[in-house]
């Protein structure tokens, strides 16, 4: 791999201070679609997410082969459109992405770790389990999880391929055995090893009203979200979102709807064009280029989704007095969702705005700058190297402040992130929301999954409080008679 392939992986090449192993154990991976399974949505959507993780997964696979037989597709995804030879159309979408090369079995390696995506008989390493709204993975030596309904729905097959593509990162990653077979259920937020595992409880259909979403943020988290809602069986309506960002190439390891010819280009612009043609027929996303309080602050937000990742965006979105609020978040290997009540919690509670970088520091950074470094300070800020210069010399304010500090402003430094932990988030988000339409979600919870070790105990939901004296939703903070105002 060469340079461009290298910078794929950057965001997930960290050792978390020595709890992981530096990439460097890069197997040979096989995806395997049982025949059984090869004509199911679900088991399809599945397949597709963990090649999709895999291509991205650069770093911790070497090669991905993609074994489906004459598979049609039979539900459209991103790079897949339905009637298409499924296996050749993965191959050529993991050519897009340009990370962990894929070909058709006839190269597979002796060698490669076997996935098989749904049930079925092939010798295999792993297996990917899934019932409507539930889904893990286990070794096919292990005693099976019964009574499983075949997923109609596509939240629990989703979740399967994330944990594989978990399992096979830790198998790379971590010095101890890396297979740990789990359950995770998105109805209930529960995440179990199989021994304690059961069938998931919710129901088989359900309706998805995406005109009462509003979703903010088209990250990692939001894409996977958008995939997940657009692709739902029962998802009707029009998904409005808002993301201002331009997708780069530190984007490329976890957003499930960006590949490489999109760098460079609004997120916004680019959402709205691969999901057109996405998902069910009735479903829509529409994104607004502009920051969600922006876009959305003349708009009463029945339910507000957050898949923004700083506390100043999670902050500003508050003011747009949502009637309910959902959360999804990661923090290294750690997945996160949160539900909130009015009047509180609220997205700012325990969650302080981070510092912003002052003027003279940013102006500093910029004297201090190599000439390599400068010229690219000043691709970025959009001025050419002596105006830069030039207004960091100058003391005071001056006329390209707003311009040149909003461009060049470090909002903290770039952190861990792996694929499978935001596709996660966002299918655990969406199952949420799905579930929010269908019955009350009673007190706020946060609910926190850790993929590091997934199986030694149960994690689950606990409830969640408004922090006290929370500037936004406590006594003296303005939301909870804005929320009255509005909602009563
Ligand atoms: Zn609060």
Redesign the pocket.
């Known amino acids: 791999m060469g340079a461009m392939g290298d910078d794929l992986g950057a965001r997930h090449a960290s050792t978390l201070n020595g709890t992981l192993l530096p990439p460097g154990k890069q197997p040979n991976v096989a995806v395997v679609l049982e025949t059984a399974a090869a004509a199911s949505p679900a088991w399809q959507a599945a397949t597709w997410l963990l090649c999709e993780l895999v291509s991205r997964g650069l770093g911790h696979a070497s090669t991905l082969t993609i074994v489906t037989g004459d598979t049609k597709a039979v539900i459209a995804l991103p790079g897949v459109a339905v009637g298409e030879a499924f296996g050749p159309a993965l191959v050529a979408r993991s050519a897009t992405i340009g990370g962990v090369p894929a070909a058709l079995p006839n190269k597979t390696p002796l060698d490669a770790i076997t996935v098989r995506v749904g049930p079925g008989r092939s010798a295999a390493e792993l297996e990917v389990i899934a019932d409507n709204w539930a889904g893990g993975v286990r070794s096919p030596g292990e005693a099976p999880l019964l009574g499983l309904d075949e997923p109609a729905l596509h939240i629990g097959s989703l979740i399967g391929a994330c944990h594989a593509a978990a399992a096979l990162f830790r198998q790379a990653r971590l010095s101890g055995p890396g297979h740990s077979s789990v359950w995770h259920d998105a109805w209930t937020l529960q995440l179990s090893n199989l021994t304690q595992a059961t069938p998931s409880a919710g129901p088989s259909r359900a309706a998805l009203r995406l005109d009462d979403l509003v979703l903010a943020g088209m990250g990692a988290v939001g894409n996977a979200f958008a995939l997940a809602a657009l692709t739902h069986p029962g998802a009707r309506g029009t998904l409005r979102a808002a993301d201002y960002d331009d997708v780069d190439l530190t984007n490329l390891n976890r957003c499930l709807l960006f590949v490489r010819d999109h760098l460079g280009h609004l997120k916004a612009d680019v959402a709205n064009a691969v999901t057109r043609d996405l998902g069910q027929p009735q479903a829509a996303l529409l994104v607004t280029p502009e920051r969600a309080e922006q876009a959305f602050r003349n708009t009463p937000v029945p339910t507000l989704v957050s898949a923004v990742d700083t506390n100043r965006a999670r902050e500003a979105i508050?003011q747009l007095v949502p009637r309910t609020a959902l959360a999804g978040s990661t923090f290294n290997l750690r997945v996160q969702t949160n539900t909130f009540g009015q009047p509180?919690?609220?997205?700012?509670?325990?969650n302080p705005p981070e510092p912003v970088e002052p003027d003279r520091d940013v102006k500093a950074r910029v004297l201090a700058a190599e000439a390599d470094e400068l010229e690219e300070l000043a691709v970025e800020a959009g001025q050419d190297a002596v105006e830069l210069l030039t207004w960091a010399s100058a003391p005071g304010c001056g006329e390209l402040d707003a311009t040149v500090l909003s461009a060049l402003r470090q909002e903290g430094a770039a952190t861990f992130s792996v694929g499978f932990v935001s596709a996660l988030s966002g299918v655990l988000l969406a199952g949420t929301a799905i579930r929010a339409q269908h019955e009350p979600l009673g007190a706020p919870i946060v609910a926190r999954a850790q993929l590091l070790r997934p199986g030694e105990r149960l994690q689950g939901p606990q409830p969640s409080v408004?922090?006290p004296g929370?500037?936004?939703?406590?006594p003296r903070?303005a939301?909870p008679g804005t929320w009255r105002r509005i909602w009563e």
Do not use: I, T
């Open positions: 508050n509180g919690p609220c997205l700012r509670c325990g408004a922090e929370c500037p936004a939703c406590g903070g939301l």
